[in-house]
């Protein structure tokens, strides 16, 4: 049957179905762009809440009004820290311990060692360093912000013991004269014993310390 205009009806039927056709295919286009757009939203906002969760330990330090960002202890340095505590046993406490690598390397040379970090990212490594090392019963790491230890001097000559010895790696103290020195440039190791900074007479040692970057 044709309509007006000799248009078989069929056609005229045909044409219209496929004007409803099309905007429902052009919906769900549109839909699926729209849940693209999401998903890639969401990842990307992920990625960057990611990556500052992570960045963001790393970069703090450096902001701070003393600069102290992290810096893995080179190998010389270890072995640095390593001669200054030779014939000493006893207990090892690391400020500022970073990746783990002298509390690690003190608990091998048989001390109990401990490391305070503020990142914990570096203290979940380092954890994970002392028990692919084998020494995660000897080697514990904790997170702790150094900064909250205000006037670090007085507080180790009024709390160490006078046998203690203080490390420093890379900063002296202040207002300390060292008992040993070793070491060059970034490698270079003081070591304070609590006896002397106190101005009495030594006794034989079992505990260590050592400071800022590297405290025992």
Known sequence: MEGGGGIPLETLTEESQSRHVLPASLEANSLQK?????????????????VYAVVIPFITPALRKVC???????????????????????????????DGRIV???AKAGFTAVGYEL????????????????????????????????????KLE??????????????????????????EGIDTVWAYDASTFRGRAKRPTSMHFQPPIQAS
């Open 34 to 50: 729209s849940n693209w757009g999401f998903l890639l939203t969401g990842l990307v906002g992920g990625t960057l809440v990611a």
């Open 68 to 98: 102290l960002p992290f810096v893995p202890a080179t190998t010389k340095q270890i072995e640095n820290v390593v001669k200054m505590l030779q014939c000493r046993r006893g207990s090892l406490v690391d400020i500022g311990s970073g």
């Open 104 to 106: 690690i390397a003190a």
């Open 119 to 154: 990142n914990p990212w570096l203290v979940w490594y380092s954890r994970y360093r002392a028990w692919r090392e084998g020494v995660h019963g000897s080697a514990r790491f904790y997170i702790s912000d150094l900064w909250k230890m205000l006037q670090l001097e007085k």
């Open 158 to 183: 009024l709390e160490l013991d006078d046998d203690a010895r203080v490390i420093a790696c890379r900063f002296p103290f202040p207002h300390w004269t060292p008992d040993h020195v070793t070491g």
